[in-house]
């Protein structure tokens, strides 16, 4: 008989160790960021549905730094007692994780924030972000944090956010290679080819990412395809926007393609 492979297993930073109470609270602001969240971004004149697509997409990013701004502005949430005075989350670029919590000066690092916005009302109804890192550059504290957000009016306004899903990246870094290799239904290779010489917050030009040996669908990676996050983007889809259900938003916008 074929030996039973046994899933990947949610892991939380030890409790002794020396930043646990610091990672917690930051895992609690996340939580309650979107009633901090304050946007520069306006769009007073309304988009036209047939462009609102390309509207998500390019302010993705932008988003994206605002969350961290706000994370910053609410350091009094999670450090109250200044003890990470020289610390602050800054973004990276084209490296993992997006977002690091470190001290400049020193270049001493606590943690990592791979982060995704997720336009609730883009073409494909669920996240389409990748993550392909391996499981090895992800310390057991990062975190992988996908923030949903619409314009207030929908077609304009300011941009909101909603309750961030929040994982651990490590996590799904192995969920999504057990899903590849274990769950799904495939006739063809489930062979995945993962990095060796790399390790956690690694330089732009580390090679980081695991690849499949085949991947005709171009699936590997989606997170939102493997099942993951399935409750999530399902009560996601709830929202009521302007008191009718995001659902029939995104029925109307494709109405209108």
């Known amino acids: ?15 002794d160790w020396e930043h646990f109470e610091l990672w917690t609270k930051i895992n609690h602001v996340l939580k309650e960021i979107p009633s901090h969240f304050r946007s520069v971004i306006s769009i007073s004149g309304g988009i036209n549905a047939t462009e609102i697509y390309a509207f998500g997409s390019v302010l993705g990013v932008t988003i994206e730094e605002e969350v961290v ?8 949430d999670w450090d109250p007692d200044n003890k990470y005075e020289n610390y602050k989350f ?23 924030i791979e982060l ?17 890192v391996t499981p090895r550059v992800c310390n057991i504290q990062d975190l992988l944090v996908v923030v ?23 996590y799904v870094a192995e969920y999504k290679n057990y899903w590849w290799q274990h769950v799904r239904k495939a006739n063809d290779s489930t062979e995945i080819r993962s990095p060796v010489n ?14 499949p ?12 395809r493997n099942g993951i996050m399935d409750d999530y983007v399902k009560s996601s889809k709830e929202i009521d926007l302007l008191g009718i259900p995001l659902n029939n938003w995104i029925k109307f916008l494709k109405d209108r393609r």
């Open 213 to 224: 040996s085949e991947d005709r669908g171009k699936n590997f990676g989606r997170v939102a």
């Open 69 to 76: 701004r706000t994370l910053n502005d609410l350091r009094d």
């Open 1 to 15: 008989m074929p030996t039973e492979v046994i899933p990947p297993e949610h892991k939380s930073p030890s409790k």
């Open 90 to 112: 800054l973004r990276q670029a084209e490296t993992f994780p997006d977002v690091l919590l470190l001290n400049p000066n020193m270049r001493d690092i606590i943690m990592g």
């Open 198 to 211: 790399c390790g956690p917050y690694p330089d732009a030009r580390d090679n980081i990412s695991d690849s």
């Open 148 to 170: 949903p957000w619409v314009f207030s009016n929908v077609l304009s306004g300011n941009p909101i956010i909603f309750s961030p899903y929040i994982e651990s990246a490590r």
């Open 116 to 132: 995704k916005s997720w336009y609730l009302l883009a073409k494909e109804s669920e996240p389409s972000f990748r993550f392909t």
